[in-house]
């Protein structure tokens, strides 16, 4: 069932009033200002048209599933628009410096898209502490406070992707040096 503007729920209109500022925070944080709005806007929308199967889960997977839709709406349109930036021409760099910069690009959209593939196969939880931690910037108690966990459970999902991501650190570093030094 499809609602128009102001014939939402009132348990709908409820958890909006209770979720939305909070998850225009998290998302201006994630994307910026702007796109976060759109994003969070398109999480609710979202939350909106599939409010009768999603009332009754707990406030948290419902807060959740809006941050986790507005994220995906901010990835796909961050995608979307930088497909189509015309690269620049440089005056003065030979063709071979520019093959290397774009080798330097490519590696990193390569390395950013592993570690998104790594994040996404996490268990649920563990994937809500990657973002409020790594994207977000919120402690171990506050992110145990909005999941509703043990702030030792928090250290130790936080510790274990530490460990899996170590590797992407690495190689990251590799490639930031290598682009501060000119070379492929």
């Known amino acids: 069932m499809t609602h128009e503007i102001g014939t939402a729920p009132p348990d709908f209109a409820e958890f909006y009033r209770a979720e ?9 944080a994630f994307c910026g200002r702007e796109l976060g709005a759109e994003a ?4 609710f929308a ?29 990835r796909r349109r961050a995608e979307s628009e930088s497909r189509y930036v015309p690269l620049e021409d ?21 390395l950013e898209r592993e570690v998104r593939r790594l994040i996404d196969a996490q268990p649920h939880r563990r994937r809500q502490v990657a973002f409020l931690y790594f994207l977000h910037d919120d402690g171990y108690g506050e992110i ?21 991501l170590r590797p992407y650190v690495r190689r990251l570093q590799e490639i930031t040096e290598a682009s501060e030094h000119g070379r492929a």
């Open 40 to 43: 969070a806007a398109e999480g």
């Open 46 to 74: 979202r939350m909106l048209e599939r409010w009768a199967r999603l009332r009754d889960v707990g406030p948290l997977q419902r807060r959740a599933y809006v941050l986790t839709t507005a994220k995906n709406y901010a």
């Open 90 to 110: 440089r005056p003065g760099q030979e063709p071979a410096a520019l093959d290397a910069a774009l080798d330097r690009v490519d590696d990193r959209l390569g």
């Open 20 to 28: 939305a500022v909070r998850v225009q925070h998290v998302m201006s």
């Open 144 to 164: 145990a406070q909005l999941l509703e966990m043990n702030e030792s459970t928090v250290r130790s999902h936080v510790a274990e992707l530490r460990k899996l």
